[in-house]
């Protein structure tokens, strides 16, 4: 089975940045998703990482460590916009399906 | 990706009856798959849904609660039958991607059961 554990909730100020945690126990890895999802709205794809390492796109990175079952997501330069909730997502390797955390929900304050 | 049209965005049904949410891909995909989010917490997958033979159901999930068709590769239903409070929820179509590695999701549909 999986086992994804991400905070429930994070505030920063608008410029700084912020650093989401998620650390998976899965019986099957392929990769790791991260989501954003504004209320109400449909959840919008960031990133995948499926190799170690960092993964940059503009002011999100996302980092995934295999051996350790931990990945993170890094937003920079924080815009009230970002203010959304933040889904850690893992592939699994028999069916490729994806298996979510509960969400970090980030709000960024002025 | 992919354009997701999803349908209907809202309901309000009364317990003991059934809905039918429909799922409508602007190009044809392999993989569909539909999704619970109960208030506050995270998607969990229901079934996947294959096109020309049964639906496939993660554990917890069965056929007779939430019948799903899939008659081409552009579309499909998902029902949810018999309804009660706890089926009080948002339910999700999403496909994979084309191009990218992501999935795509549908806007949703957000049920209430009375």
């Known amino acids: 089975g999986q086992n994804i554990d991400q905070p429930t909730e994070m505030t920063a100020t608008e410029g700084a940045i912020v650093q989401i945690n998620c650390t998976y126990q899965?019986?099957?890895?392929?990769?790791l998703f991260w989501y954003q999802q504004h209320a109400g709205e449909a959840p919008t794809f960031l990133s995948y990482?499926?190799?170690?390492g960092l993964e940059e796109k503009g002011r999100f990175s996302s980092f995934l460590s295999r051996s350790k079952g931990y990945s993170y997501l890094l937003l920079k330069e924080l815009q009230m916009k970002d203010s959304a909730s933040y889904l850690c997502?893992?592939?699994?390797?028999?069916?490729?399906?994806?298996?979510f955390g509960a969400g970090t929900t980030v709000t960024v304050r002025a | 990706s992919a354009v997701i049209s999803q349908k209907p965005s809202r309901d309000i049904c009364q317990r003991g009856t059934s809905l039918t949410i429909q799922c409508q891909v602007d190009?044809?995909?392999?993989?569909m798959f539909w999704y619970r989010q109960q208030p506050g917490q995270s998607l969990t997958l229901i079934a996947t849904?294959?096109?020309?033979?049964?639906?496939?159901?993660e554990s917890g999930f069965v056929i007779d609660k939430f019948p799903i068709s899939r008659p081409n590769l552009t579309f499909s239903t998902l029902t949810v039958s018999n309804m009660s409070p706890e089926d009080s929820s948002i339910y999700l179509c999403?496909?994979?991607?084309?191009?990218?590695?992501?999935?795509?999701f549908g806007s949703g549909t957000r049920l209430t059961v009375v």
């Open positions: 999403s496909v994979e991607s084309q191009n990218t590695y992501g999935y795509t």
């Open positions: 899965t019986s099957g890895f392929n990769g």
């Open positions: 990482n499926v190799l170690d």
């Open positions: 997502a893992v592939q699994r390797s028999n069916d490729y399906k994806l298996s």
């Open positions: 190009s044809q995909v392999t993989m």
């Open positions: 849904a294959n096109q020309g033979s049964e639906a496939t159901y």
